[in-house]
């Protein structure tokens, strides 16, 4: 089948004066094809996101006060962020924060495809179960938490109470509050991490698992030799998506915004939060801006020793 | 001649292919080759593009004559209580049906408007409301970004002289005003009839200082109920709640001047002591139901406590959507040698310099609250006691709200004769200074930071920004 860019036909019933000057082969206009087919999402990136991220990179150097004042102040924005002891706190809680949830989506996340990615009744109404949180809108999610975690009266700490537990206060102590978070933050992903995990083992041949078990492979030994093995490109996959999402807060922001607003005492206050407050609450735009290039920087520096570790995300099994 | 529509002038001229043309004969198009139109199109990318890039911050166009200005406010139609709603679009409706230039409500979520991004986008790129309400913690963040227009060059001077002083005094700079109140809110202390009986209590046991309102809450706490509550978020609301206890003591954020930190006290130092005690000894929550500490109905009427610091607004919010539930209302008591003080919060109407038509929104404002015409003053009014249940920003309003019964018994009278004369206006401060008072209230209260150390801190801090602050006083 010819496509129209491969029709030199339409070409040549063209009138002389018109024909380009310029013949190109076959594997140019295939090429051409290819670079228009990208060139709306190209463009739509360029537009909406590397523009933008120029921008607020600029903007970093800047003082902008949201009412249209603009003054060059040069690296006073990253000046400030070495003495800026609100923002040294955030880098903290954002370390906590992404060293305890991406290794906590990760075993929840495969723990939880090893054990429905098999074939028994109502297994589905269990996968639909563990992926449902997903479909739930963050908001809601965390409106529902912060009523079962309220002192005193909340669904956990009436469990707590009826066996004989003390109650605590989810989300009032800073020193637990965090991990309230990060747990509701877990409860929400692991089932969209079940799901890539569960399609990573589905790639297995089960032809392994057969010959495993025939030379006498218990299951540990199969899931150790076998599975976490051919699963290294889901798992780099995972552990990617997964860091860089810890890092730049996109569930967090939802879930600390409605349910401690950065509180209680800062102990909730990731970057991302910290930047939307500089931002949007005093309209420190350029200071924002600043700490959000900073965010990028550290994405990028984990991003690229993800790559470097991992050679690329290739993975080769001989 | 008739005037052309908005639709007529905006749309751009397409020429119209009859149903018997096909399109492709259109000369227009059939002589277009695949490389002309690609061109095209980028060119036309491109000036997008462009546009867009540049149109962020720098560009405001303003069209020579406005038909309309847009007002934006955070009571939604059909919302928490009906008749507030109705009170904005009966408003906007007078002003319409008089005007050329007219006006439309836009609703912004509360939570969107009060702690989101909405309005702070909307200035920064250079679309802000024409008209919008805000509240004193708010009012230099605006003054100081030069988007307030002076109000008070429209205003009658019986009009200016027509509101209270301790209302006005953190919307005046230089003598001048720049937002008009539609509303005085007080805060005080409710408490729950039935878990006073319950735990034999009666109104002679109503607090009257700090260790009293804690021995009292001690009786009042049990399995499911704790005995008073004080807001736990952080945030503009927690501070503003928080500015009584502050002052009863004779401390303040800064200096009469404004210039310099007068927080590191001990009026200040006790202030933080209090509230972390009724978190120590159990009487008070960590965190709150429904949204917050201004909500009476998800935590007094509920039953999770017994006692609520709370503005007056929550008589309205008990009597919309707590119907029968019996309560009480006490000045917040005092500490040793303290005086009675409470903080008077309330929204005004501020026009934006840098909307499409400053003077007319302006005028807007002043006719809606600050002319000395009846339907001026009576609009107040049917704020103040009929839509809601607050003290009149206005001299004249008062006596007519008071005459017409709105202040007449229970609550309401309690607050408008003991704890709004003890007010005194909601301070304004710079984002930086409440996040430094905000910082030491939450890490002494839920933290259990030490409250000696915490004054001292949030006190350098402010001192720090001060001394580089160039805008408006803070009062």
Redesign the interface.
């Given at each position: 089948m010819r496509s129209s860019l491969d029709a030199p036909s339409v070409v040549e019933r063209r009138p002389a004066g018109?024909r380009?000057g310029v013949r190109l082969k076959r594997s140019q206009r295939e090429a051409l094809a290819a670079y228009?087919f990208i060139l709306p999402d190209a463009?739509g990136l360029?537009?909406f996101v590397a523009?933008p991220m120029l921008?607020s990179l600029s903007l970093g150097f800047f003082s902008?006060?949201?009412?249209?004042?603009?003054r060059f102040v040069g690296l006073a924005n990253y000046q400030r962020m070495l003495i800026d002891p609100?923002f040294r706190k955030s880098l903290w809680v954002t370390f906590v924060y992404v060293l305890i949830l991406v290794p906590a989506l990760y075993i929840t996340g495969l723990g939880l495809a090893v054990l429905v990615n098999r074939r028994m009744p109502l297994i589905g109404v269990f996968r639909s179960m563990f992926f449902m949180p997903n479909v739930v809108s963050l908001v809601v999610v965390a409106l529902t938490w912060?009523?079962m975690l309220?002192?005193?009266?909340g669904f956990v700490n009436r469990v707590f109470?009826l066996f004989g537990l003390p109650g605590y206060?989810w989300?009032?102590?800073?020193n637990i509050t965090l991990y309230s978070i990060l747990f509701v933050t877990v409860w929400f992903l692991m089932g969209y991490y079940m799901i890539i995990f569960m399609s990573g083992l589905q790639e297995i041949p089960r032809e392994y698992y057969d010959a495993a078990r025939i030379d006498g492979a218990g299951p540990w030994a199969t899931f150790t030799r076998i599975t976490l093995p051919l699963l290294r490109p889901t798992s780099f996959f995972v552990l990617l998506v997964s860091l860089v999402s810890a890092v730049a807060g996109s569930q967090a922001f939802d879930l600390i915004?409605v349910m401690?607003?950065?509180?209680?005492?800062?102990?909730t206050s990731l970057v991302i939060f910290y930047i939307?407050?500089q931002?949007?609450?005093?309209?420190n735009?350029g200071y924002a801006a600043g700490m959000a290039s900073f965010l990028v920087l550290i994405l990028l520096v984990v991003t690229i020793t993800l790559f470097a570790v991992t050679k690329g995300g290739r993975f080769h099994f001989t | 001649m008739k005037p052309p529509t908005e639709s007529e002038v905006t749309s751009p001229v397409v020429p119209s292919v009859s149903a018997t043309e096909s399109p492709v004969s259109n000369p227009s198009l059939s002589g277009l080759t695949r490389r002309e139109l690609l061109i095209g199109g980028g060119k036309v990318a491109m000036v997008a593009a462009v546009s867009s890039l540049f149109s962020p911050f720098n560009i405001n166009v303003k069209a020579a004559t406005p038909k309309s200005l847009s007002f934006w406010q955070f009571y939604s139609p059909g919302g928490g209580v009906a008749t507030q709603d109705k009170w904005f679009q009966d408003m906007v409706k007078s002003w319409n049906s008089s005007h050329d230039i007219k006006v439309e409500l836009l609703y912004v979520p509360n939570q969107d408007y009060m702690n989101g991004s909405k309005l702070q986008t909307a200035f920064a790129s250079g679309q802000g409301p024409d008209i919008f309400v805000i509240s004193p913690g708010d009012f230099l963040r605006y003054y100081n970004g030069g988007v307030l227009v002076e109000l008070s060059q429209y205003m009658e001077d019986a009009a200016k002289k027509d509101f209270f002083d301790n209302v006005m005094e953190t919307r005046i700079v230089d003598g001048k005003i720049y937002g008009l109140p539609m509303e005085v809110e007080p805060m005080a202390m409710y408490y729950s009839h039935k878990a006073f009986s319950e735990a034999k209590l009666s109104e002679a046991d109503v607090p009257k200082t700090w260790d009293h309102l804690i021995e009292v809450s001690k009786k009042l706490t049990k399995k499911s109920q704790f005995g008073c509550l004080f807001e736990t978020g952080p945030g503009y609301y927690q501070n503003f709640t928080w500015y009584p206890f502050l002052w009863q003591g004779g401390g303040d954020i800064v200096t009469p001047e404004g210039n310099k930190s007068a927080f590191n006290s001990p009026a200040t130092v006790q202030a933080l002591k209090f509230w972390q005690d009724a978190i120590k000894e159990g009487v008070a929550p960590r965190n709150e139901l429904g949204f917050g500490g201004g909500d009476p109905v998800a935590n007094l009427a509920s039953g999770y406590c017994a006692m609520q610091n709370l503005g007056i607004w929550g008589v309205s919010l008990l009597r919309e959507n707590a119907k029968g539930f019996e309560y009480g209302v006490f000045p917040c008591p005092t500490p040793p040698n303290g005086q009675p003080k409470s903080v008077l919060g309330g929204w005004s109407f501020v026009a934006n310099a840098k909307g499409k038509d400053p003077e007319t929104a302006a005028k807007f404002c002043v006719w809606a609250l600050g002319s000395m015409s009846d339907d001026s003053i009576g609009r107040v009014v049917d704020w103040c006691i009929k839509a809601k249940s607050d003290i009149s920003p206005r001299k004249s309003a008062l006596e007519k709200a008071t005459e017409l019964g709105g202040y007449k018994d229970g609550p309401m009278k309690v607050l408008k004769d003991d704890v709004f004369p003890t007010g005194r206006g909601e301070p304004r401060v710079p984002p930086e200074v409440y996040k430094a008072v905000s910082d030491a209230i939450q890490a002494c209260q839920l933290g259990g930071a030490d409250p000696k150390q915490q004054a001292a801190e949030a006190s350098q801090n402010i001192d720090a920004f001060l001394a580089g602050y160039s805008g408006a006083p803070l009062r």
């Open positions: 018109r380009s228009l463009l360029a537009i523009v921008f902008v006060n949201g009412f249209g004042g603009f609100l912060q009523v309220v002192d005193k009266v109470q206060s989300l009032g102590d800073p915004y401690t607003r950065g509180g209680p005492a800062n102990s939307y407050q931002a949007f609450q005093f309209n735009y | -």
